[in-house]
């Protein structure tokens, strides 16, 4: 006795699937609050995107302010040095 398992979901789904989600969407929703959920979904992606690209922004900056800071460390680093020499001779 050979026991054969089959995939719960066998892959991506096809035309006759689609139709059947699409068909269950337009039931629980109603044709007429269709293009308002998708415009509202499309608002929230284009928000999302927005988003997203701030934080982007912002991080690169920080990124380069805490390059400009080290390379400001580096130059400054010896002078100081020089500095703190010549406070403890004297």
């Known amino acids: 006795m050979s026991l054969t398992l089959v995939p719960l979901f ?12 699409l068909l269950i969407v337009v039931l629980l929703f109603g044709a ?28 690169r900056s920080m990124s380069e302010q805490d390059a400009d ?6 130059e400054s680093s010896p002078e100081t040095e020089e500095e703190s020499d010549r406070t403890s001779a004297a």
């Open 69 to 74: 800071a080290d390379a400001d460390d580096a």
């Open 32 to 59: 007429n609050k269709l293009p308002k959920l998708a415009r509202s979904s499309g608002q929230a992606m284009g928000e999302f995107k927005r988003g997203r690209e701030e934080i982007d922004q912002e991080l």
């Open 10 to 21: 066998p892959g991506i789904p096809g035309g006759p699937e689609l139709l059947i989600v």
